[in-house]
C-alpha cells in the first residue's frame, strides 16, 4: 500500500476473520468500513477515529457511497486536536460541496479556538479573533465590530465582566458585533446572539480542585460555540441583522479578584451577592444578556458551558436547552435533530426563580437549600437579565463543548456540536 490509505464504504460485512461485528476490515487496496453494524453516520465517525488512534496519519476517502453526511462524520471523527493527519474528501455535487466546507470551516474554528491554551486566548484575543472569523466569512462591508475593555467597561456599565476579571492581569473585554447584511443602517436587530467567554476559570477564591481545573481552558466554549454557529448561518445566506456579544474575561486569584460577600450592581439595577466565586460565568453574561436586551430583538440566545449540573445530567453528547419559551425551544429540539447533534431540554420554571436568596442584595449568585437544581437555577439567574424572558430567549448550557479523553467517536478536545444546530435555527427563525 502507499503511505496514503484509500478508505472505502461498503454494505457487506466484513470477512469472517475480522470478527462478526468488525466495522473496518483492510486489504491491499486500503480500508473498507462496513456499515451493517449500527447507525450508518455513527458507524463510518467510529472507523475515523479507530484510523486516527491506529496512527494512520494520511486518508483518501474512495469509491462508491460518499455523500455530505458520510463525509462529514467521518471528517469528525478523523480530526485530532493536534492536527498531524491528512484527510483527502470526495468532490461532492454543488449545494453539497458548499456544505461541507461551511461545516467544516465553522468547526475547525470552534475546535481550534476551544482547543489553544489560554496563554494563547486571553479575553482580548478571543474577542478579536472571534470578529475577525465573522468578517472572513461575511459579505464585505456587512460587520462592524466594537470591543470595551478594561476600565471602559465600568465606564459603561459592564460591572459583572469587570468584577469577574478584576484578577487576572489580563484585560476583560466585551465584544459587541454588528452584522447587518441589510444596506439599511436603521434597520432593526432581530436577534442577539451572547457567548460565555472565560478563557480560564480557576474557580477564584472558591477554587477548584486541580482535576477539575485541567480542561478550564474551554470554558469560553460558550463563544466558541456560538460564533461557530452565527458563521455557519451566514454561510448559508443569514439576511438578517444579528449582533454578536461576547462576555470575555479570565477567573484568576489576586489581592484585587472578586471575594465572597462582595456585591456587583448592574446596569438594569439588580444587586447581586457573591457567594462562590465559581459561578462566574452567569456574572459575565449578565452583563451581555441586558446589552442585548436593549436593542429589543426577536430572538435571543445564549451559550455557556455553564454549569457542572447540565454535564453530571447529560454528560458529554448533548446541550442542555432551557427556556420559559415552550414553543422556541420545540424548534431548537426539532432543528438539533435535523442537523443530528445532542440537545436535551432541562426544566426551567418560576419557581427556579426564589431560589437565589440573598440577605444583602437581590440575588444571590448561586442557589441555596438542598438538592438545589443547579443548572435549572443557574438559568434562572440569567431570566434576571433578559427583559422579556418569557418569549424569544433560549439558553444553552453547553455540556457536549469538550472531551477531556478520547472516546470511540471523539478525539479528546472540542467538539463543535451545537454549531449546525445553532446555525439551522438562525436560517429557521429568519425563514420565518
Known amino acids: 500500500m ?6 472505502f ?33 455513527e458507524v463510518v465517525q467510529r472507523a475515523a477515529r479507530k484510523l486516527d488512534s491506529q496512527g494512520i496519519a494520511s486518508v483518501s476517502l474512495q469509491g462508491a457511497g460518499w455523500d455530505l453526511e458520510t463525509v462529514w462524520v467521518f471528517h469528525q471523527g478523523y480530526r485530532n486536536p493536534k492536527k498531524n493527519n491528512a484527510l483527502i474528501l470526495p468532490e461532492l ?24 491554551p489560554a496563554e494563547e486566548v486571553a479575553p482580548r484575543q478571543l474577542a478579536t479573533m472571534a470578529a475577525e472569523f465573522i468578517k472572513s466569512v461575511a459579505p464585505e ?34 465584544l459587541q458585533l454588528d452584522y447587518n447584511p441589510t444596506g439599511d443602517e436603521n434597520a432593526p436587530v432581530w436577534a442577539c446572539l451572547v457567548g460565555k467567554g472565560i478563557t480560564f476559570d480557576s474557580g477564584g477564591y472558591s477554587i477548584k480542585p486541580s482535576n477539575f481545573m485541567t480542561a478550564m481552558k474551554a ?17 448559508r445566506g443569514l439576511n438578517k441583522r444579528v449582533k454578536l456579544i461576547l462576555c470575555c474575561a479570565e477567573n484568576m486569584i489576586s489581592g484585587r479578584a472578586l471575594k465572597l460577600g462582595d456585591i456587583i450592581t448592574y446596569k438594569n439595577g439588580k444587586t447581586v451577592e457573591i457567594m462562590n466565586t465559581d459561578a462566574e460565568g452567569r456574572l459575565v453574561l449578565a452583563d451581555g444578556l441586558i446589552y442585548a436586551s436593549e436593542h429589543k430583538p426577536e430572538l435571543i440566545i445564549d451559550c455557556a458551558t455553564l454549569t457542572g449540573a447540565a454535564k453530571n445530567a447529560l454528560g458529554n453528547d448533548y446541550h442542555a436547552l432551557m427556556s420559559f419559551d415552550e414553543s422556541l425551544s420545540q424548534q431548537a429540539l426539532s432543528v438539533a435533530r435535523e442537523e443530528k447533534e445532542g440537545l436535551w431540554s432541562l426544566p426551567l420554571a418560576s419557581c427556579h426563580r426564589d431560589m437565589l436568596p440573598s440577605s444583602f442584595a437581590d440575588l444571590s449568585n448561586i442557589s441555596s437549600g438542598d438538592y438545589a437544581p443547579g443548572a435549572s437555577t443557574a438559568a434562572a439567574f440569567l431570566s434576571y437579565f433578559v427583559e422579556d424572558y418569557h418569549k424569544g430567549w433560549l439558553h444553552f448550557d453547553c455540556a457536549a463543548t469538550y472531551r477531556k479523553s478520547a472516546t470511540d467517536m471523539w478525539a479528546a478536545g472540542a467538539t463543535g456540536v451545537g454549531v449546525r444546530t445553532l446555525a439551522g435555527l438562525l436560517i429557521q427563525q429568519a425563514n420565518q
Open 2 to 7: 502507499s503511505e496514503q490509505m484509500s478508505v
Open 93 to 116: 455535487v454543488d449545494a453539497a460541496q458548499a456544505e461541507l466546507e461551511a461545516r467544516i470551516k465553522a468547526t475547525e474554528f470552534t475546535r481550534d479556538i476551544i482547543n489553544k
Open 9 to 41: 464504504l461498503s454494505t457487506e460485512s466484513a470477512p469472517a476473520h475480522w470478527g462478526e461485528k468488525a466495522i473496518l476490515s483492510f486489504s491491499e487496496q486500503g480500508a473498507t468500513i462496513h456499515l451493517g453494524q449500527g447507525n450508518e453516520q
Open 219 to 235: 470554558d469560553m466554549g460558550g463563544s466558541g460555540t456560538i460564533t461557530g454557529g452565527f458563521a455557519l448561518a451566514i454561510m
Open 141 to 174: 462591508g456587512s460587520v462592524k465590530v466594537r470591543i470595551v475593555k478594561d476600565k471602559d467597561l465600568l465606564d459603561e456599565g459592564w460591572e459583572g465582566i469587570y468584577a469577574v476579571g478584576r484578577g487576572s492581569e489580563r484585560t476583560s473585554a466585551m
